[in-house]
């Protein structure tokens, strides 16, 4: 508390009287931070139409913020929090993927595994590994390409 209220330029007890611990702090800004990235997330889940993953991936990237307070650890309600939002997002990939057999088969956690290894290594890294403009180029295809490859595999 005491880092924070010097970098705003305030005292302990004035952030004390809004917040009674730091796990407040995290919570508002993972509210603010929620709020600001439903309306782009919202806008790249249109039924019918297929899911555009690079631009999933440079929405994602755009909002570098929540991915870090995504990836603290944090309370319980926290973690719950994160994975109600990862669950969303899943939720919409298998809609916007329009396919019944890959919203039940092991391809959607593939999908959200993937892209998460790939946010976490070019954009929540302190030191990113790839150019985030050239993976999201470049995983649109990548993605497209394997859900075609499991629809078109005959059904065990």
Known sequence: MGMIAEKIGTSRPTIYTYFHHTE???QALLDERLAA?????ESLVVPG???DFGALFTVLSNHRQLLLLLSCGGS???RERREAFDDAMIGGMAGALG???LASDALLPLISGLLRGVVYETVVRETPTGDPQE???QLNAF???GVQ????QQPN
Do not use: K
């Not at 990235?37 to 997330?41: C, E, G, S, T, V």
């Not at 490859?149 to 078109?152: H, K, L, R, S």
């Open 143 to 145: 993605l497209r390409g």
């Open 99 to 101: 396919s019944r057999r």
């Open 24 to 26: 407040g702090i995290l």
């Open 135 to 137: 993976v999201a180029e």
């Open 49 to 51: 139409q297929p899911m």
């Open 149 to 152: 490859a499991v629809n078109g």
């Open 37 to 41: 990235i439903n309306p782009d997330l």
């Open 76 to 78: 319980a309600e926290l």
